[in-house]
């Protein structure tokens, strides 16, 4: 791959579907160092990804599909290095994932989630990083590049391992993440704004979400759960936009009973969800077994094709039976 970049190579990053913090922020952290090494470099996202990502150096040239079909068909055709970041299933990224697939370009996958799929030549798996962010950092360390880490690179990687960790709070968080954290603000960036652009660009109609949300929770006491539910109807009543229930899902988990908490989301003919989780209860397992989904021990997501009232009635129940089966 090193021999491949220094001969400066057409470069298509794509990340998931729905891209989070980890997502754009280790897509265009590795976007603005293949920059310097005058690569031709372009980022695609399956989808639209919140407004509290759009200040990550080089989000002016996402290309995103849905509206720029065409040229991503040609930029994925002209390819020499295909990254694949912070998924490990081209299932992932929907439409993307055929042009991946029948592209001639070597594909390299950069991935923390457990159990990926056979589809890479080159793949970096490691289920004990706490980001695809910090997995970028080594990989330009590995590289033997990280003297050439600027601003650019290090606030979209610091914005990567920032949200995925939850503020540095989650168990992945190791002291090898601390040490990658100071050695990106010895390269100059700037932390404070980072955190103040994801965490305090609020709405006015995001925070009364959020009061509907925790004044609707329900705590399922005997099965340590919690969980929150938006409707339809919810939708248009608090015109929810893209990124709005970014994190809703964590607050279940600061009761100190709940070991599992979860967030559904009715959309279209689907219902979303994802899962947090504390100790030992493994909501990869959990999502995996009941919602066609998985991730981590501690953050995952499922869907269901059933109606919003039905799966949270089979939530309840797996819960009873997961923990029957765990025990």
């Known amino acids: 791959v090193k021999e491949i ?34 690569a031709k470099v372009n980022v695609v996202a399956p989808t639209e990804y919140p407004f509290f990502l759009n200040w990550i150096a080089g989000n002016d040239e996402v290309k995103v599909w849905g509206k720029d079909n065409v040229i ?14 912070d998924f490990n299933a081209l299932h992932r990224i929907d439409e993307v994932g055929k042009i991946v697939s029948n592209a001639k370009g070597k594909v390299v996958m950069i991935d923390h989630h457990q159990q990926p799929d056979d589809f890479a030549d080159y793949m970096i798996s490691d289920t004990s990083s706490c980001s695809t962010a910090e997995m970028v950092y080594e990989f330009i360390e590995n590289l033997g590049d990280k003297d050439i880490i600027d601003g650019d690179i290090g606030e979209a990687l610091y914005c990567g391992i920032m949200t995925d960790t939850g503020s540095f709070k989650f168990p992945s968080t190791t002291s090898k993440t601390h040490r990658i954290v100071a050695n990106l603000m010895d390269r100059g960036i700037d932390h404070n704004m980072v955190h103040r652009r994801i965490y305090d660009s609020n709405t006015p109609s995001r925070l009364k979400l959020l009061g509907h949300c925790l004044l609707n929770m329900e705590v399922l006491t005997e099965q340590s759960a919690a969980y929150v539910k938006i409707s339809k109807k919810d939708h248009a009543n608090f015109n929810i936009k893209k990124g709005d229930t970014e994190g809703i899902v964590n607050y279940g988990l600061s009761i100190e009973s709940v070991k599992c908490s979860a967030f559904f989301r009715e959309d279209k003919d689907i219902v979303k969800i994802s899962f947090r989780s504390k100790d030992d209860f493994d909501v990869n397992k959990f999502a995996r077994k009941y919602f066609n989904g998985g991730g981590h021990i501690n953050a995952a997501g499922g869907i269901s094709k059933i109606s919003l009232k039905e799966t949270i009635i089979k939530f309840k129940k797996s819960l009873t039976e997961f923990s029957t089966i765990d025990a």
């Open 72 to 85: 991503i068909n040609k930029l994925a055709e002209e390819a020499d290095l295909l990254f694949c970041l």
């Open 5 to 38: 970049i220094n001969n400066k190579p057409n470069v298509f990053i794509v990340t998931h579907k729905n891209p989070d913090g980890d997502a754009m922020g280790s897509s265009l952290g590795l976007y603005n160092y293949l920059l310097k090494k005058e």
